[in-house]
């Protein structure tokens, strides 16, 4: 055991005071007795003002003792109060600097870890952890959704997580493989989905880094922005044509309505009367079909320009019952609202808001669809339902059904199976849907059908 600081320079002083002492022992004018008395006075002094200047380095010593104790325990927060004008006084301040500025570094990383936890949590990403044991070790709120977990994942196994996970999950994680990835889920069309991975050491342990972000809609918002800058630029030589051509047109018009009148004038002939005036109708007749045909193309750029030019959705609290009405006197079809009587007040949790006038002309585009889909006209159904946070509008027909290959371009511009189709029926429906941050999704209907399907944010 080894002693103290202060209980070794005790000890020194003492042995040397001691030893100090032994000349008193060779004056042989005093007894033995007088001579053991002087000395352990003089031992007893030496030790007794010994301790008395020690003092204050004892105090020193006990001071930074308990400072470094609470550093080891990681407390910043308290200072030393030992402040005498020496060396331990020196250090003692040079420990209260110390120990301040750890407080500082201290509440910056705990400031830095709450804004980091605060950012992973609310990331919409699906961020995850794993550990070489293929244990999740840390993982945020859209991880914890996307492996339809009720609680946290956070020690969990991944091969028990993606059992749960949408189908495709279990593959595109088991493989590690960074890119695109296609995902079902169980009430949804096929999404795609980009994984980035990360490899790192973590306490001496392999750990493994996955970012899962859905890719869907930046895809397709991505996809549409590029048809819509195709349709500005074929409508805008379209445009540039089509107005000399107007004009042209109808100075041809006027130039053989007055050739016209003055052979008539100067004709005597009857026979030469009438070839000519069969002449004049069949050129106007060129100039009406041309006319026509010139009106028909406009309508047609027109028509485009609307899908490239479809403005911001004006929300407004939807009145269902008035929005049925309307489409009903236009189209056939019944309605089926799995939530019972719509209450369209605005207190009413059944109540949501969109662009009455977009979402008017969504309905008619789904409706005309399923009208020429070969389906019986009493077999279209309009079908609504209320969730917690979005509402489910689907539009339903007993037709033909669309194959596979119809379905994954039906949503695409300018893709059409009508021989006189535009291609931009569907495609502005989903730039509708879009627009109001929803999503829309094509089905094929068991017995026969197809199934739009259409969910709105409440």
Same mark, same amino acid.
């Given at each position: 055991?080894?002693?103290?600081?202060?209980?070794?320079?005790?000890?020194?002083?003492?042995?040397?005071?001691?030893?100090?002492?032994?000349?008193?022992?060779?004056?042989?004018?005093?007894?033995?007795?007088?001579?053991?008395?002087?000395?352990?006075?003089?031992?007893?002094?030496?030790?007794?003002?010994?301790?008395?200047?020690?003092?204050?380095?004892?105090?020193?010593?006990?001071?930074? %003792?308990?400072?470094?104790?609470?550093?080891?325990?990681?407390?910043?927060?308290?200072?030393?109060?030992?402040?005498?004008?020496?060396?331990?006084?020196?250090?003692?301040?040079?420990?209260?600097?110390?120990?301040?500025?750890?407080?500082?570094?201290?509440?910056?990383?705990?400031?830095?870890?709450?804004?980091?936890?605060?950012?992973?949590?609310?990331?919409?990403?699906?961020?995850?952890?794993?550990?070489?044991?293929?244990?999740?070790?840390?993982?945020?709120?859209?991880?914890?959704?996307?492996?339809?977990?009720?609680?946290?994942?956070?020690?969990?196994?991944?091969?028990?997580?993606?059992?749960?996970?949408?189908?495709?999950?279990?593959?595109?994680?088991?493989?590690?493989?960074?890119?695109?990835?296609?995902? =079902?889920?169980?009430?949804?069309?096929?999404?795609?989905?980009?994984?980035?991975?990360?490899?790192?050491?973590?306490?001496?342990?392999?750990?493994?880094?996955?970012?899962?972000?859905?890719?869907?809609?930046?895809?397709?918002?991505?996809?549409?922005?590029?048809?819509?800058?195709?349709?500005?630029?074929?409508?805008?030589?379209?445009?540039?044509?089509?107005?000399?051509?107007?004009?042209?047109?109808?100075?041809?018009?006027?130039?053989?309505?007055?050739?016209?009148?003055?052979?008539?004038?100067?004709?005597?002939?009857?026979?030469?009367?009438?070839?000519?005036?069969?002449?004049?109708?069949?050129?106007?007749?060129?100039?009406?079909?041309? /006319?026509?045909?010139?009106?028909?193309?406009? %309508?047609?750029?027109?028509?485009?320009?609307?899908?490239?030019?479809?403005?911001?959705?004006?929300?407004?609290?939807?009145?269902?019952?008035?929005?049925?009405?309307?489409?009903? /006197?236009?189209?056939?079809?019944?309605?089926?609202?799995?939530?019972?009587?719509?209450?369209?007040?605005?207190?009413?949790?059944?109540?949501?808001?969109?662009?009455? =006038?977009?979402?008017?002309?969504?309905?008619?585009?789904?409706?005309?669809?399923?009208?020429?889909?070969?389906?019986?006209?009493?077999?279209?159904?309009?079908?609504? %339902?209320?969730?917690?946070? %979005?509402?489910?509008?689907?539009?339903?027909?007993?037709?033909?059904?669309?194959?596979?290959? =119809?379905?994954?371009?039906?949503?695409?511009?300018?893709?059409?199976?009508?021989?006189?189709?535009?291609?931009?029926?569907?495609?502005?429906?989903?730039?509708?849907?879009?627009?109001?941050?929803?999503?829309?999704?094509?089905?094929?209907?068991?017995?026969?059908?197809?199934?739009?399907? =259409?969910?709105?944010?409440?």
């Amino acid at each position: 055991m080894r002693l103290k600081l202060i209980n070794r320079v005790t000890l020194t002083v003492f042995f040397t005071s001691a030893l100090a002492m032994t000349p008193i022992f060779l004056l042989n004018a005093l007894s033995i007795y007088e001579q053991l008395a002087i000395a352990l006075v003089g031992v007893c002094f030496i030790l007794v003002l010994t301790r008395y200047f020690l003092k204050d380095l004892r105090e020193g010593i006990s001071s930074l %003792e308990t400072g470094l104790l609470n550093l080891k325990d990681g407390e910043f927060a308290s200072t030393l109060s030992y402040n005498n004008d020496d060396e331990l006084g020196y250090l003692c301040r040079l420990y209260n600097q110390t120990a301040l500025q750890l407080r500082e570094e201290k509440h910056w990383l705990y400031q830095r870890e709450l804004l980091l936890d605060k950012v992973t949590q609310s990331s919409p990403e699906v961020l995850f952890l794993l550990n070489d044991q293929q244990q999740v070790v840390f993982s945020n709120i859209a991880a914890r959704r996307f492996f339809n977990a009720s609680k946290n994942i956070d020690g969990s196994k991944i091969d028990q997580l993606v059992v749960n996970a949408p189908a495709g999950a279990e593959e595109a994680i088991g493989a590690e493989k960074e890119g695109l990835f296609s995902l =079902v889920p169980e009430d949804g069309e096929p999404q795609t989905w980009h994984m980035s991975t990360g490899q790192f050491l973590l306490n001496n342990q392999a750990h493994t880094l996955f970012i899962l972000k859905q890719m869907t809609r930046e895809l397709s918002r991505q996809e549409v922005a590029v048809w819509k800058k195709v349709i500005r630029v074929i409508s805008h030589e379209l445009n540039n044509s089509l107005g000399p051509i107007s004009s042209m047109l109808h100075s041809g018009k006027i130039l053989s309505a007055k050739l016209g009148a003055q052979a008539t004038r100067h004709e005597n002939d009857n026979t030469q009367d009438s070839s000519q005036q069969r002449k004049q109708e069949q050129l106007n007749r060129v100039f009406s079909t041309i /006319d026509d045909r010139i009106k028909h193309l406009s %309508e047609f750029v027109q028509g485009y320009g609307k899908f490239a030019k479809l403005p911001e959705p004006k929300l407004a609290l939807i009145k269902w019952a008035d929005l049925i009405a309307n489409l009903a /006197d236009q189209w056939q079809f019944t309605v089926n609202d799995s939530s019972g009587p719509a209450d369209t007040s605005a207190n009413s949790a059944r109540s949501f808001y969109a662009d009455p =006038v977009q979402l008017e002309q969504l309905l008619i585009n789904l409706l005309k669809n399923a009208h020429e889909s070969g389906s019986a006209p009493e077999d279209v159904a309009v079908d609504i %339902e209320y969730r917690k946070q %979005e509402v489910i509008i689907q539009v339903l027909d007993r037709g033909k059904g669309i194959s596979d290959t =119809v379905m994954s371009n039906a949503l695409i511009p300018f893709y059409s199976t009508k021989p006189s189709g535009s291609g931009l029926g569907l495609a502005l429906c989903r730039e509708i849907i879009d627009a109001h941050h929803g999503q829309i999704g094509l089905y094929n209907r068991d017995g026969g059908g197809l199934a739009v399907r =259409v969910a709105l944010p409440m």
